[in-house]
């Protein structure tokens, strides 16, 4: 049973300025292992994060992965809706967003990509490249795909989990890169059966969502071809 705890301040010699007691000290060591936290001893070497980086995306598209509550299962249920050889590729920038482990290895192997993240997308291709039996690539595009389908029953799952109703419209403010040019107001209708950032791509006028850059830092998201403009999203 908890009880409030009161600590009564404590005064100095010569005025009466309350002395508080100090605070209590940062667990460490077993502290943080009783508490479910498991500190790593050190940080991997960059080899060591380059095979990390690999096993990594291999588990991201395992079929043990689908059954995970991960935010990347989303996109990858809006991908099945794709057409052609875009059916089930998710873009690059998407998944180093959306997988901060990725993120992290990354910073292991260089840590310049804080103040560059498209360095993330560009370790994630060379990372890919390794498991061309598994993956395919697609350097002008910017994207990764399994090679061998999901199960049936597992894909129709994800489809079902990730459907939206028929078609929504969601407000966005589109903000170009000149000053000269005025922000504009659009409405994109999203269908149930597209993906929502092949949408996005197309009012920029760009060929596909392997175009699109999602920025973590800013609710925003614009194209790294040619950075003429932004679409800010709202509901």
């Not at 049973?1 to 667990?27: D, E, F, N, Q, T």
């Not at 992965?65 to 794709?82: K, M, N, V």
């Not at 690539?137 to 894909?155: A, I, N």
């Not at 969502?209 to 800010?232: G, R, W």
Request: contains cysteine; proline residues 8%; positive net charge.
């Amino acid at each position: 049973m908890w009880r409030h705890l009161r600590v009564r301040p404590r005064y100095c010699r010569h005025s009466r300025i309350p002395v508080l007691p100090p605070p209590a000290p940062w667990p460490t060591g077993k502290s943080l292992v009783l508490l479910g936290i498991h500190p790593t001893a050190s940080e991997p070497t960059p080899q060591e994060a380059w095979e990390s980086l690999v096993a990594r995306i291999t588990y991201l598209f395992s079929e043990k992965f689908l059954t995970s509550l991960h935010p990347l299962i989303g996109h990858l249920g809006g991908t099945l809706w794709r057409k052609g050889d875009l059916c089930g590729s998710i873009p690059v920038s998407v998944i180093a967003v959306y997988d901060t482990k990725l993120f992290n290895l990354c910073k292991c192997i260089n840590p310049a990509v804080e103040s560059n993240p498209l360095l993330v997308n560009l370790y994630i291709m060379r990372a890919a490249t390794k498991l061309y039996e598994f993956l395919s690539t697609s350097e002008q595009h910017l994207w990764l795909k399994k090679k061998s389908p999901y199960p049936q029953d597992m894909t129709e799952s994800l489809v079902m989990q990730t459907s939206i109703p028929e078609c929504i419209q969601v407000s966005a403010a589109k903000i170009p890169s000149s000053m000269e040019k005025p922000i504009e107001t659009v409405t994109l209708h999203v269908s149930a059966k597209e993906y929502y950032l092949d949408i996005i791509a197309k009012e920029l006028g760009l060929e596909d969502a392997s175009y699109v850059l999602i920025s973590s830092f800013k609710n925003c998201l614009h194209s790294f071809q040619e950075l003429h403009s932004k679409i800010l999203v709202s509901a």
